[in-house]
C-alpha cells in the first residue's frame, strides 16, 4: 500500500516539509471514498503500468459504485486543500514565531553588544584623554618641583653660607672680645 507521503512525493521536495504536510492530511482523512482516497487508487493503478487517464477513469468507476460523483471528488480535494492552506497560516506563524526567538531577539542582543561596546570605546577614549590630561598636569607639576627644587636648594645655600658668615664673624667678634678687652 502507497504511503501518504509517496503520493505526493516528487523530485526536490522537502523530505520533512512533506511528512508534515501528510501527517497532516492523514489526521484530518475525510471519512469513507473521498479526494484522499481516489488518489491512493490512482498512484496503485498506475503502479502497474496503467496510463493516467485510464488510471483516472478506473479509480472513478470503482469510486462510482459507492455512490461517489465526480462533484464529491473535487468537492473533497477542495477541503484537503483548505485543510493545507490552514497548516501553512500556523506553519507561518510558527515560523515567524521561532523567527522572533532565534533570529530577531538575537539581532537586538547583537545591538545591543554593539551598542555597548561604542559606549566602552566612548569611555575607553574619555579615559584616554583624562589619562593624557594627567599625564600633562604630572609633566607640569615635576617641571614645577624642579624650579622650586633649585630655588629651595640656592636660598638653602645662600642661607648656609650667609648664616655660617655671620656666624663666624660672631665667633670673631667674641674671640676679640676675649682678646682685646
Request: proline share 0%; aromatic share 12%; glycine share 10%.
Given at each position: 500500500m502507497l504511503t501518504?507521503?509517496?503520493l505526493f512525493a516528487s523530485d526536490g521536495l522537502d523530505d520533512r516539509s512533506l511528512e508534515f504536510i501528510a501527517g497532516a492530511i492523514e489526521k484530518n482523512n475525510l471519512p469513507g471514498f473521498d479526494y484522499f482516497e481516489f488518489k491512493r487508487a490512482v498512484a496503485t493503478l498506475q503502479q502497474m503500468q496503467l496510463d493516467?487517464?485510464?488510471?483516472?477513469?478506473?479509480?472513478?468507476?470503482t469510486a462510482a459504485t459507492?455512490?461517489?460523483t465526480k462533484e464529491k471528488l473535487i468537492e473533497t480535494?477542495?477541503?484537503?486543500?483548505?485543510l493545507l492552506l490552514e497548516e501553512k497560516v500556523?506553519?507561518?506563524k510558527a515560523?515567524?514565531?521561532q523567527n522572533a526567538t532565534k533570529v530577531t531577539a538575537r539581532q537586538a542582543e547583537i545591538k545591543r553588544l554593539k551598542d555597548q561596546i561604542e559606549r566602552h570605546k566612548a569611555d575607553i577614549t574619555r579615559l584616554q584623554d583624562e589619562m593624557a590630561a594627567y599625564l600633562e598636569e604630572i609633566e607640569r607639576t615635576e617641571s614645577a618641583i624642579k624650579v622650586e627644587t633649585e630655588k629651595l636648594e640656592k636660598t638653602h645655600k645662600a642661607f648656609e653660607k650667609t648664616h655660617l658668615?655671620?656666624?663666624t664673624q660672631i665667633d670673631k667678634d667674641i674671640e676679640n672680645m676675649h682678646k682685646y678687652l
Open positions: 501518504t507521503k509517496s493516467e487517464a485510464i488510471a483516472h477513469k478506473s479509480a472513478f468507476t459507492v455512490g461517489v480535494a477542495g477541503y484537503y486543500r483548505n500556523g506553519f507561518d515560523l515567524e514565531n658668615s655671620v656666624v
